[in-house]
């Protein structure tokens, strides 16, 4: 029991941590050109902002169980299988990504206009601001963002035992849920109680760390 | 004049959601290179759009800038980026990145502009002392006073050697004192690397202590612009008449007798013309109103005082006449014979 549980627990932070990083490889692009194409924005693209913003909710606006199985014929396109961690990985991207770029975004509008300002009084160019300015000045926010949206990634992923993708929630959906062994549903409950402690902890302490603000 | 910054019946009309609102109206200013030049205006009246449309961080809707002659609206947006870094800014917020160091600010406009990091390092160093905060490099923004932050900005604003500086606000969330210094810095700067300085204010004293000329702004038009000793002097427009003269035209209520205005266009602050005139006339001589001041040991500024009797009042004209200070008696309409009473002179 104790190695099932390792290996649930080996393909949950799999599922967490290749998620996290693929929906951030979406998400602070799109988090990006939201705010950049702002009506406010250094760069306004009023269509394409409206654009991305609808479709961004549309996907937010599916319930994620439900997104979870419209996507299979993708994911058994992408990874060749819809069961098991990997093909976790594809719709949990597919239901963060836009989470994710909503979180940059609400960080990357926290930056002083003053600042931006500044920067292009001294002849900044928009790239210049967002990769010099936008994203080291939001850098704490996106921080605490991410202690958000990993724990949520990690709780997602739980949900996806439901159709055979692995990990400590399948654990406890098949053990604690179908045969009634009510203890390993615990045990898996408490170690992903502690997962989201310790990520929470690690995001906050990095961000609070990396803030030259309040010293 | 060498024209460094030409504006040329420059306006500017936003477009907001309750019509439009005209911010700047058929602008028309030259700046002189290496002058410290102010504009003042109440807020609202449309200076800080003003200094925006300077360096095109807002774009004028008529009219245009011109920058050693040649005309913003014909720029690329790389060449408007170019022409910016000809120009620092600094802000009433000092608005510095708040995750980097002092000394990583200074660098960035060096940074943005293709600097080698090592050579930006070194000339931001250097821009550090000159401020006066070389032994707080690796300190943050957040660590530093309301001063400091401004020195900070500054050394930033002239780190890529600009020609020209633009200050907007920038003592007014300043206290008095650190104010003063910060104006001395500015006109150091001014005076030792010869870059031009615009000053945008809503405080008289920053004109005074730091300007050449002066602009003042009303309701998005130009009123009135000038020398600083002129304009000071005798003003011409009204909103110029209640910034220098504060509200004593607004009162008449004014005692009998003969009322003279001296003004005092700049000769010695050390001279004491009202004490010699009344030791050597022998009258007695009431003041209505003072507001002089001291700008650069010259004395600016008016004084209206009384004299009660024909006669004496003859004898402190010839006086006046004789060391030549420019006065005109003043008839205001004497309705009521009302004294003007102690508490009210103390309000002076």
């Given amino acids: 029991m104790v190695s099932m549980i390792l290996t649930g627990l080996y393909e949950t932070l799999l599922m967490t941590a290749a998620s996290s990083f693929f929906s951030y490889v979406i998400g602070i692009p799109l988090g990006v050109i939201l705010v950049v194409s702002d009506t406010n924005g250094i760069k306004p693209m009023p269509v394409l902002n409206g654009v991305l913003g609808s479709v961004i909710n549309l996907i937010r606006s599916v319930p994620f169980m439900i997104l979870l199985i419209m996507v299979i014929p993708l994911t058994r396109l992408m990874v060749g299988t819809s069961i098991g961690p990997v093909a976790v990985i594809p719709p949990l991207v597919i239901a963060a990504a836009p989470y994710i770029a909503r979180m940059v975004e609400s960080s990357l509008k926290e930056v002083d206009a003053g600042v931006i300002e500044a920067a292009k009084s001294m002849g900044a160019s928009n790239m210049q601001i967002i990769f010099k300015v936008l994203l080291p000045e939001s850098r704490p926010s996106l921080l605490v963002g991410a202690a958000i949206s990993v724990t949520t990634i990690l709780g997602y992923s739980a949900m996806a035992g439901f159709t055979g993708g692995g990990g400590l929630g399948t654990i406890a959906i098949n053990y604690g849920y179908y045969r009634y062994q009510t203890d390993i549903m615990f045990i898996t409950v408490a170690i992903l109680v502690i997962l989201v402690q310790i990520i929470q902890e690690i995001f906050m302490r990095s961000s609070k760390r990396c803030d030259k603000r309040v010293k | ?348």
């Fill in chain 2, 1 to 348: 004049m060498d024209v460094i910054v030409s504006l040329k019946s420059m306006g500017k009309v936003f477009h907001t959601k309750n019509g439009d609102v005209k911010a700047l109206d058929n602008i028309n200013l030259d700046v002189g290179r290496g002058e410290i030049f102010g504009i003042i205006g109440l807020s609202g009246a449309g200076k800080s759009t003003l200094v925006r449309c300077i360096n095109y961080l807002e774009i004028p809707t008529e009219g245009d800038v011109f920058f050693e002659g040649k005309a913003l609206k014909s720029m690329s947006e790389l060449q408007i980026r170019r022409v910016r870094r000809d120009m620092g800014m600094i802000f009433q917020q000092f608005n510095l990145l708040s995750q980097r160091n002092i000394l990583d600010n200074v660098c960035f406009p060096l940074e943005i502009s293709g600097v080698s990091k090592a050579k930006a390092r070194q000339r931001a160093k250097e821009l550090l002392s000159l401020v006066g905060l070389s032994n707080r490099e690796k300190a943050y923004p957040a660590q530093l006073s309301g001063g400091q932050k401004q020195r900070v900005a500054i050394a930033r604003a002239i780190a890529t050697n600009p020609k020209l500086l633009l200050c907007d606000e920038a003592t007014s969330a300043l206290d008095p004192n650190t104010t003063g210094q910060i104006l001395e810095l500015i006109k150091d700067i001014n005076k030792k690397m010869g870059i031009t300085v615009i000053v945008i204010t809503h405080e008289m004293k920053v004109i005074e202590s730091i300007c050449d000329k002066v602009a003042i702004i009303e309701n998005s038009k130009i009123a009135e612009v000038g020398k600083v000793e002129d304009i000071f002097a005798n003003p011409q427009s009204d909103i110029g008449k209640k910034l220098i003269l504060g509200d004593v035209i607004e009162r008449r209520e004014i005692v009998s007798g003969v009322k003279l205005r001296i003004e005092f266009d700049g000769r010695s602050s050390f001279e004491p013309v009202l004490s010699n005139m009344i030791l050597s006339c022998g009258i007695p001589v009431n003041i209505l109103y003072a507001q002089t001041k001291d700008i650069g040991g010259s004395a600016y500024g008016h004084m209206i005082i009384q004299i009660s009797g024909e006669e004496e009042a003859q004898r402190a004209k010839r006086y006046l006449d004789g060391i030549k200070i420019k006065y005109h008696e003043i008839d205001f309409p004497d309705k009521d014979n009302e004294k003007i009473s102690l508490e009210k002179r103390k309000e002076y």
